[in-house]
């Protein structure tokens, strides 16, 4: 048999206080957000890519599959300079 859900109060007066901490913790949590969206959006841009270069290439179509592979190429290079230009290289 499931318990019972019990609705949690609200603390009050401590949620409302912002301490230093909670706030570079929220910034930072923030931070790790918008580089899971930027790696998810180009995800999304190599994956369209991607089947656009195996489309192309199975109509012989060598031109257009020749741009997507370009553009996957830029992707992976975009992707993988903002991934190591936030490194720090002399620790």
Known sequence: ?????????????MDNKKSPKSKA????????????EGKKESKVEENFLFSNFLKHL????????????????????KSKIAQFATQNIFE
């Open 1 to 13: 048999m499931a318990k019972p859900k019990t609705h949690k109060k609200p603390r009050i007066g």
């Open 25 to 36: 913790l929220k910034k930072k949590l923030t931070k790790k957000h918008q580089r899971r």
């Open 58 to 77: 199975g109509e012989k179509n060598y031109s257009a599959a020749n741009k997507y592979l370009r553009g996957i190429v830029e992707a992976k290079l």
